[in-house]
């Protein structure tokens, strides 16, 4: 059994802190008012401000656009952004980026070492695939000490189907030598009722991250509401536009707390595919996009999963082999 944890999350440990720390009120023209209306509708520091849109800062400010503009400049030049650095200073920040690992050697391998901070992480398959229990694990092993391949952080879940099972948490967490009344404790479990509700958690998220050391954020399933609210063609663009609006907010929290975010996705089937598996993710380019990493997950024999690395900026397609056992995710 690995040795617990010295320092338990939110206990010992302070939790990350945004990356600027340059208060709203700091610029020009910015009261305790337009700063509280930023902070509610998510812009909680100079960098989140500074990259959004001069529409989106107008509205949740009730300000005008010239004048959301104006704000958006002056956070722009406080937080120095718009440089430029070389691909060296890069790659030596990016080797200090945090890894959870899901249990099964094979498919940390084949997503480079584990789940990735500062990503997104997409499993997509059709149901009994282990989507759900590969998320379930994650939200054990980002508990861990980084020498056992976590990151002694806490986690937020938003359930959108219904399927999150502390129960599957307690036997995880005595798999991976963790108390389990301490492991369900550093669980933020969030049940969201329709898409908006879905969208309007993740700032929640940011929120608690604030005063939690939040690592990880699950969202089991990304598209489950998006798909039966918005039926039709005619829905189409609206659902499209909302999603990937929905993706960048979840990118930003991942760049600001340097956290994991691992989403499930749902399949539907092509019926014009008369050879080879029919099923593919839906969001079609939006999700393609955004998301970081892709995995699609299929069943093999029992208790086998068969785990396969669509898309990566820069790892080669592959597949893994690892099986769902009573104590989790296993080699």
Do not use: C, W
């Not at 969208?199 to 039966?228: C, G, N, W």
């Not at 970081?292 to 029992?302: A, M, W």
């Amino acid at each position: 059994m690995p040795p617990k944890p010295t320092a338990r999350p939110g206990q010992t440990e302070s939790p990350p802190e945004p990356k600027h720390e340059i208060a709203l009120e700091d610029l020009p023209g910015i009261g305790t008012a337009t700063a509280d209306k930023l902070r509610e509708a998510g812009y909680t520091d100079l960098m989140e401000l500074a990259v959004a849109s001069p529409g989106d800062v107008a509205e949740a400010a009730e300000i005008g656009t010239a004048s959301a503009q104006k704000l958006i400049g002056e956070a722009r030049r406080k937080a120095d952004v718009g440089g430029f650095e070389s691909g060296t200073a890069l790659l030596e920040r990016r080797k200090k980026l945090g890894r959870i690992t899901t249990n099964a050697k094979a498919l940390d391998e084949l997503l480079g070492g584990g789940v990735e901070t500062q990503a997104i992480t997409e499993f997509s398959g059709e149901f009994g695939t282990g989507k759900t229990q590969i998320a379930h694990q994650i939200a054990v092993d980002v508990q861990l000490p980084p020498a056992q391949g976590g990151l002694e952080g806490e986690v937020v879940y938003i359930d959108t189907e219904s399927t999150f099972r502390p129960e599957r948490i307690v036997d995880m967490a005595k798999g991976a030598g963790i108390d389990p009344t301490e492991a369900l404790s550093h669980i933020h479990v969030a049940r969201a009722f329709n898409s908006n509700h879905q969208m309007l958690l993740v700032q929640k998220a940011q929120e608690l991250a604030r005063e939690k050391p939040i690592r990880l954020l699950v969202v089991d399933s990304l598209t489950a509401h998006f798909r039966a609210e918005y039926l039709g063609r005619a829905e189409l663009a609206p659902r499209q536009q909302l999603l990937n609006k929905h993706l960048h907010e979840l990118l930003r929290f991942s760049d600001t707390y340097n956290a994991s975010i691992v989403v499930t996705n749902q399949v539907s089937a092509r019926p014009d595919i008369l050879f080879g598996d029919p099923t593919r993710p839906i969001g079609g380019n939006i999700v393609a996009h955004a998301a970081t990493y892709r995995v699609y997950l299929r069943k093999s024999k029992p208790p086998r999963r068969i785990a396969r690395l669509i898309d990566s900026p820069n790892l080669p397609e592959g597949e893994a082999v690892f099986s769902l056992t009573t104590e989790g995710i296993r080699e």
